[in-house]
T-cell receptor, first 113, second 113 residues
């Protein structure tokens, strides 16, 4: 089955710097790659997603890139702000029944002001 | 809309006790999911449902049961609680089809002593 690895496990950046989180997946048939942000004490919330027929997607300060050949995708956050501090999860959706997602282990992002 | 709601928020169980974690959604979503979140391990799928009356196992179903009698509700049952079931449990729902956003509830923190 699908396996998703996420790096780094923790990331500290200065306010205003960029942050990059990388994920690799094992199932070449996976076709949907969302990123979720989890704030303390809350459930994860979708921040951006990308489908396998697209190489890059941007939404204001957030972007996601996908390299299908290498089977990896990355989250890029520019001009980081203290409110970006949270746990970020990547996920992949394999071509299986049920719209199931396989999640990475998460990255704790700390933005220092 | 309340979105996805979960009760209780916190619970302490003794080994061998049973309990039901409640989950409800008011978005008329077909698909619902139960995850557990352990530190450094991401989210693991326990059970999922693609509609009323239809449920199936995820990655870590042992020790749990589910039912889906209505579109809105998807309770998770723990029988004979064990310390290994200490975790934070999240319920989620999605409209269905491939690659639709999963909406998460606020979670239930369960401790088994």
């Amino acid at each position: 089955g699908e396996n998703v690895e996420q790096h780094p496990s923790t990331l500290s950046v200065q306010e205003g710097d960029s942050a990059v989180i990388k994920c690799t997946y094992s199932d070449s048939a996976s076709n949907y790659f969302p990123w979720y942000k989890q704030e303390l004490g809350k459930g994860p919330q979708l921040i951006i997603d990308i489908r396998s027929n697209v190489g890059e997607k941007k939404d204001q300060r957030i972007a996601v890139t996908l390299n299908k050949t290498a089977k990896h995708f990355s989250l890029h956050i520019t001009e980081t702000q203290p409110e970006d501090s949270a746990v970020y999860f990547c996920a992949a959706k394999p071509m299986e029944y049920g719209n199931k997602l396989v999640f990475g282990a998460g990255t704790i992002l700390r933005v220092k002001s | 809309n309340a979105g996805v709601t979960q009760t209780p928020k916190f619970r302490i169980l003794k080994i061998g006790q049973s309990m039901t974690l409640q989950c409800a959604q008011d978005m008329n979503h077909n698909y619902m999911y139960w995850y557990r979140q352990d530190p450094g391990m991401g989210l693991k799928l326990i059970y999922y449902s693609v509609g009323a009356g239809i449920t199936d196992k995820g990655e870590v179903p042992n020790g749990y049961n589910v039912s889906r009698s209505t579109t809105e509700d998807f309770p998770l049952r723990l029988e004979l609680a064990a310390p290994s079931q200490t975790s934070v449990y999240f319920c989620a729902s999605s409209y269905g089809l491939a690659g639709n956003e999963q909406f998460f509830g606020p979670g239930t923190r369960l401790t088994v002593l």
